[in-house]
């Protein structure tokens, strides 16, 4: 019985989850695509890229931790049966994203110039400066498809998300070609690294514009109708919203700032350092983006079981995630330490910069597992609306912790970006123990809490 029931939930998690991980490494795509193309140029654009994006991801994260506020609301509304309340969510949460996406912009074009200020290598800066202010530019239409994409992943419609995003990066791919070397029968000038800039631009604008006309118009969707009347707001619902999306935001701005500041300590050790970590973390975000699409499946299907009051399918749902998280990044573990020569080759051919990206790579393949399941349980701890404590929780263990011990290892030990390395390897295992000893302490609260009342079906 037990068996049965692990294969059923396992079949639910791999039909939501397979979809938001191919459309992650969609987006994650994006910048491997521009990194890979812009790195044929040499480690100094690369470097560039890698400067620009510190600055870029983790404004951006933020935003999408604001929006991920309506999946876990919009997934319990739907176990309730409550499409009025679903609307409701979709149409405030679209407000305060939309406003989101301006506010972030005005911070990156405000605060770029911090570059200039952190010791950087000054020809490094002179090229990620007009990069960041090109790629600045698609922070709203990506915070306009986050709204309308969580919304849906609530209502656990995943797959055109997918297809939305492998569409979006075709088209990046193709205009990389035709930005970053130039097209002379098109008149088309060289760009490089700016020229990345305006395909990633373009393209996201019509990931934004495409995501939201599939809402508008797709049969799923014709009872939500109401989500898309911009009056009548309510305060109520607006405060909701931002109490579970703003921890999440300084969340992700945590851990992704760690990453970042991790970038710029790695920064002071030269561009070729710089180079080797932009290859080995873009390789790691890709592991870590897959990943995050079990960490969605967990947010619905937690918060749906939740709207129902099914503890024991909450549970094996999320159980059966950890699993499935476990047994993904073993894959990309070793892929990462067997190819650890190899795949910095497709996007360099710097020997001193692939050397040190594949010592990177296997530190990565070490922290794979953490990676995973701190990754999940975070899902699953949104799934059940808790975001302020495991909020604390990572600033502790990646600014208290982890990026002090890794100055430590760099700079006074004298390892270089290894050091830099094992620091993020400790902040990464520490949240994972954490965050999944906190899921399952408050599932066994809620048992208690609901013992005697009889759930809906799972």
């Not at 979006?168 to 020229?195: K, R, T």
């Not at 290859?279 to 983006?289: D, R």
């Amino acid at each position: 019985m037990k068996k049965k029931l692990f294969i059923g939930h396992f079949k639910k998690n791999l039909a939501l989850a397979l979809p938001v991980m191919i459309s992650q490494l969609g987006h994650m795509m994006v910048n491997v695509a521009d990194s890979m193309m812009v790195g044929q140029l040499g480690a100094l654009p690369l470097a560039g890229a890698s400067l620009a994006n510190v600055v870029f991801n983790l404004i951006l994260m933020f935003g999408i931790g604001v929006s991920y506020a309506i999946t876990p609301l919009v997934a319990a509304a739907d176990g309730e049966k409550n499409t009025s309340k679903s609307s409701e969510y979709l149409k405030h949460a679209f407000l305060i994203n939309l406003i989101t996406g301006f506010i972030l912009f005005s911070l990156v074009k405000i605060g770029g110039n911090v570059l200039h200020h952190m010791n950087q290598p000054e020809d490094v800066v002179d090229i990620s400066l007009p990069y960041l202010n090109i790629i600045t530019l698609s922070m709203v239409p990506l915070m306009i498809f986050q709204t309308f994409r969580q919304f849906a992943e609530g209502l656990s419609h995943t797959t055109q998300a997918m297809i939305i995003v492998i569409g979006s990066n075709l088209i990046n791919v193709g205009l990389n070609y035709l930005f970053i070397y130039g097209y002379e029968p098109l008149h088309i000038p060289m760009m490089g690294l700016n020229g990345a800039g305006w395909s990633s631009l373009i393209s996201r604008i019509i990931l934004a514009l495409w995501m939201a006309l599939y809402i508008y118009r797709g049969k799923p969707f014709q009872d939500f109708k109401a989500g898309f009347s911009f009056k009548n707001y309510k305060a109520i619902i607006i405060r909701r919203l931002l109490s579970l999306g703003l921890p999440a935001g300084f969340q992700f701005v945590f851990e992704v700032g760690a990453f970042g500041f991790a970038v710029i300590m790695i920064g002071w050790l030269g561009t070729k350092p710089l180079a080797s970590h932009q290859i080995a973390i873009n390789l790691a975000a890709i592991s870590y983006m897959m990943v995050s699409g079990l960490s969605a499946a967990a947010t619905i299907r937690v918060g749906n079981q939740l709207g129902k009051k099914n503890i024991h399918s909450l549970k094996m749902a999320a159980t059966t995630l950890f699993i499935m998280s476990l047994i993904f990044m073993s894959f990309t573990a070793i892929l990462f330490i067997v190819g650890r020569h190899w795949l910095p080759s497709l996007y360099i051919h710097d020997p001193e910069v692939i050397e040190i990206a594949s010592t990177l790579l296997i530190i990565a393949g070490f922290f794979q597992l953490s990676d995973g399941i701190q990754v999940v349980s975070l899902g699953a701890l949104r799934g059940l609306s808790d975001v302020k404590v495991p909020t604390a929780l990572t600033f502790i263990a990646y600014w208290v912790l982890a990026l002090p011990s890794g100055y430590f290892l760099a700079f006074e030990l004298e390892m270089g970006p290894r050091g830099v390395w094992y620091g993020l390897l400790i902040g990464l295992s520490l949240v994972a123990v954490i965050m999944i000893t906190r899921f399952y302490g408050l599932v066994k609260k809620l048992d208690g809490k609901w013992s005697g009342i009889q759930p809906s079906n799972p």
